[in-house]
């Protein structure tokens, strides 16, 4: 097998490799995927329905006894993150694509929302996507399915958010709402970041990659960590050199086009640890820009009690975690003082763990009752803000420090420049405001901005000099080099990206399929 | 707690709940059985793996005092001073604070009550620990002013974060720091103990299930929503 040369190897099984990979295959084009986690199966390997107390120190493992996965951001599992994602599926809209035109600051993408958009709605109609229609000009409308009824929180909520001019919405998820022939909807069982051992939630695994390697034209390599993309001396990537995860040998995958799929950082890594004589400074990186722009999300998380639902009775809410969404709302005020805007995820505690009770004032009898009194009605509110790039946040080999297969660990570098400092503060002062309009008290504020959904590192971009790969995802420097996940982003949106990803993804697909259609490959 | 989720806990607590579907035929569906309730560990003697027999008593008892049993057991009984030991045994940063702090309460109960701590009334219990337990709701009152006031400053935070999970995790030498003289000391061992024990209880059966009523895991056919209550 391994002397086969595949159309395209893809590194990477999660959101952007997966979707790829089935987009290719129903197009004839042969694929290896080449994951450096093993097999997981979602159905018996997660530990979807344990308890806290199922375990003596209270912590829950990912994965159930005896059960490998997950246990490094090299080597996961079949699936990547999307595994154990909170499937919160939003379109960026046109102003997230031209930020740079809308607000004057970062950067535009090198696409409209016209030429994504129909591949969010290919996505959309294959995996389903639930959400309700708002006509909200800044979130674009989709091919739902039903969306799932707020909770009594979210309607508190909602009344709050109105009166100050902000709209909550049903959130949009790639979950089920109605069933197929081999999905059935989501019965909110529960905590849908513990894996969904049903496949009511999308993930790659499931919904893309095994009816793709049914049809025989995608082979998957489990338990191989890509660790150089090769490239020839004639400027081509040829294929992969991994490692085995288990018994560390190294092995080759070959192809006539590579992708690299692996995950925002991880993807940039590999870049940078593929050099060669053509390529000093990493693959790809004439430019010198690959790791640069990195532009993960930032939140602030408020944790509070919602009086209204203080001392009622707890319910069984806590299926499908959150089932409403704020989106931006800030983005066309022209005094906010700060370029971008904010969201946010609203409502999505899971009801097994309680780590708010520690803070709460007193001890004995009173504590105990206040704590009771608080539990059905404690929620998580975090706002999730846009950074723009700056010089001070990359993505960088450590020198230093090697993971535990002996490959240099991935640096994040941070800094939050005035712009993210001002919007991280008007986010924070507005969800205070929405949630002291809800009659909430408040238990906890952030400490700072806390990264979250990492972006950028490979940006997309017309000009090679300023940017790693083009609008279809592929290099500059190498033409039949791809890089489809987070990290081709120019610009992050305050909206979670993995349905952009996947909407990439599909176009990528359809790129790649017709270049080798013409022998382009 | 009312006879209806008496009867329900017991039913989670022995038959698990099998899911159903809106569809049939599909055997790997139809066999998902929702079992993790259904574990019930066989109670036996804890030997403490950290603490000596008497530091164990008096953490008992104090966990006791933070969560006392009420309708619902309290932290003791929900098998919270096993919980603690777990986790002090394994971090070194906790263990000479509870270990001194536990000394420093024996100290009080015998200058000011001349008498064991284990053998205190709840009243002496709470007369001891009433200013730690308001000094740290003091604290954290202020930390969360604080922390406005900083960010409205709008200064330049800058930091370099390492998030790889497979960077082993520095030991620290914070934890040889001489606590006997240290002042601070009652109100971050109190705070310290009062974590813990709100962790262990919310995370255990009783706390969780009993105390607090959660009603998850399970399968609802349709999300209820909001109900519009009946007038």
Not at chain 1, 248 to 272: I, M
Not at chain 1, 402 to 417: C, I, Q, S, T, Y
């Amino acid at each position: 097998m391994q002397s086969d040369t595949f159309d395209v190897v893809i590194v990477g099984s999660g959101a952007g490799g997966g979707t790829l990979a089935s987009h290719l295959a129903r197009r004839g084009v042969r694929v290896a995927i080449v994951e450096g986690g093993p097999r997981v199966n979602t159905r018996t390997d997660f530990n979807t329905h344990a308890m806290p107390f199922d375990f003596p120190n209270r912590q829950i493992p990912t994965m159930r006894p005896g059960k490998v996965g997950f246990d490094s951001e090299r080597s996961r599992g079949v699936g990547g993150k999307t595994m154990l994602w909170n499937a919160v599926a939003l379109r960026l809209s046109q102003r997230d694509f031209k930020g740079r035109t809308h607000d004057g600051a970062g950067e535009d993408w090198p696409v409209d929302y016209k030429d994504i958009a129909p591949y969010y709605d290919a996505i959309e109609r294959e995996v389903g996507v639930c959400g309700n229609r708002d006509g909200l000009e800044d979130l674009p409308d989709g091919e739902f399915l039903p969306p799932v009824p707020l909770k009594c929180s979210d309607e508190i909520l909602q009344r709050a958010a109105r009166s100050l001019g902000a709209t909550l919405i049903h959130v949009r998820k790639s979950t089920r709402t109605v069933p197929t022939a081999t999905r059935p909807a989501c019965h909110f069982c529960g905590n849908c970041m513990a894996g969904c051992d049903v496949v009511a939630k999308y993930n790659s695994a499931d919904v893309h990659i095994t009816p793709a390697e049914e049809s025989g034209r995608v082979t998957v390599f489990s338990d191989c960590i890509v660790r150089e993309v090769l490239v020839s001396n004639e400027n081509r990537a040829t294929g992969v050199r991994y490692l085995h995860r288990v018994h560390q040998q190294e092995g080759e995958v070959r192809g006539r086009s590579v992708v690299v799929a692996c995950a925002c950082a991880q993807s940039v890594a590999l870049l940078l640890m593929s050099t060669s004589s053509r390529y000093p400074k990493g693959l790809a990186n004439s430019s010198g820009q690959l790791g640069r722009h990195f532009i993960p999300h930032f939140t602030g998380g408020i944790e509070c009690v919602l009086e209204d639902l203080r001392g009622t009775r707890a319910t069984n809410d806590e299926g499908f975690l959150d089932h409403a969404y704020l989106p931006s709302f800030v983005h066309n005020n022209k005094k906010r003082g700060y370029a971008r805007s904010f969201g946010a995820q609203v409502n999505y505690q899971n009801r097994r763990l309680a780590g708010w009770a520690k803070t709460m004032s007193g001890f004995g009898r009173a504590y105990k009752s206040s704590v009771k009194a608080a539990y059905p009605a404690f929620m998580q509110f975090t706002p999730y803000g846009e950074m723009l790039p700056n010089a001070q946040s990359y993505v960088d080999l450590d020198p230093d420090r090697k993971d535990k297969f002996g490959l240099p660990v991935a640096r994040r570098h941070l800094g939050w420049a005035a712009n993210e400092q001002a919007l991280f503060n008007d986010m924070v002062r507005w969800s205070l405001a929405i949630l002291e309009k809800a009659g909430a008290e408040i238990l906890t504020v952030p400490d700072g901005p806390a990264p979250n959904h990492e972006l950028g590192g490979c940006r997309m971009g017309r000009d090679p000099r300023t940017s790693v790969v083009n609008a279809d995802c592929r290099t500059h420097d190498v033409p039949n080099l791809y890089v489809v996940d987070g990290s081709v982003f120019p610009s992050a949106s305050e909206k979670n990206p993995t349905h952009t990803i996947m909407a990439l993804a599909a176009r990528a697909g359809e790129h790649i399929a017709e270049r080798l259609r013409r022998g382009d490959l | 707690m009312t006879e209806t989720r008496r009867q329900a806990l017991k039913m989670l607590g022995t038959i698990g709940v099998t899911c159903a579907f809106p569809f049939s035929g599909d055997e790997l569906y139809g066999q998902h059985v929702h079992t993790t309730l259904a574990q019930t560990p066989a109670p036996r003697p804890y030997a403490p793996a950290f603490f000596t027999p008497a530091e164990y008593a008096t953490l008992s008892r104090l966990t006791d005092v933070i969560i006392p049993p009420t309708d619902t057991p309290g932290a003791a009984a929900a098998g919270v001073p096993e919980y603690i030991d777990r986790v002090v045994s394994l971090n070194t940063e906790h263990q000479p604070v509870v270990r001194a702090g536990l000394a420093w309460l024996e100290r009080q109960a015998k200058a000011r009550f001349s008498r064991e701590l284990p053998l205190l009334s709840e009243a002496e219990h709470i007369a001891i620990l009433q200013p730690l337990s308001d000094e740290i709701d003091r604290q954290q009152r202020d930390a969360q002013r604080a922390r406005f006031r900083t960010e409205a400053q709008g200064r330049l935070v800058y930091y370099v974060a390492l998030t790889d999970k497979d960077t082993p995790a520095r030991p620290s030498s914070a934890a040889r720091i001489a606590l006997e003289a240290d002042p601070g000391l009652p109100v971050r061992f109190f705070r310290l103990i009062k974590s813990l024990t709100a962790d262990g209880y919310y995370t255990s059966r009783v706390g969780l299930i009993e105390e607090l009523g959660y009603a998850g895991n399970t399968v609802l056919a349709r999300f209820p929503g909001c109900p519009v209550p009946e007038h």
